[in-house]
C-alpha cells in the first residue's frame, strides 16, 4: 500500500467521523482532498469511498440523512440532496 493509499482510507475514515458529528462542510472538504490526492498520484478511490461520496457536490453520502436509496429493477439507485443520481448494479 502507497503513500498515497494510506492518506485516502484516513480521509475516508474523517469524512465519516465529520458527516456522523454533523460536519458537512468539512467531511465534504475531506472528500475533495481525497479526490485530489487520488488525481494526483493517479489512484483509484476504493469502491467504499465512490459509493458514499457525490460526484456533483463532493458530500458525504449519509443514508437517510443526505441521500436517499432506493433499489429498483436489478440497481440500487442512491439521490444525494443536490439531485444527483448514482445507480449501482446488484444481484
Not at 498515497?4 to 475514515?13: F, N, Q, T, V
Not at 469524512?15 to 482532498?33: K, N, P, Q, T
Amino acid at each position: 500500500m502507497t503513500l498515497a493509499d494510506e492518506r485516502i482510507e484516513r480521509l475516508h475514515a474523517l469524512a465519516a467521523d465529520a458527516a456522523s458529528a454533523g460536519h458537512d462542510d468539512r467531511a465534504r472538504e475531506y472528500v475533495r482532498l481525497a479526490r485530489r490526492v487520488a488525481e494526483r498520484n493517479r489512484r483509484s478511490l476504493p469502491r467504499r469511498f465512490k459509493r458514499f461520496s457525490c460526484d456533483a457536490c463532493d458530500a458525504y453520502l449519509r443514508p437517510g440523512r443526505n441521500c436517499r436509496v432506493r433499489t429498483q429493477d436489478g440497481h440500487v439507485v442512491i439521490t444525494c440532496d443536490c439531485g444527483s443520481q448514482a445507480r449501482y448494479p446488484y444481484r
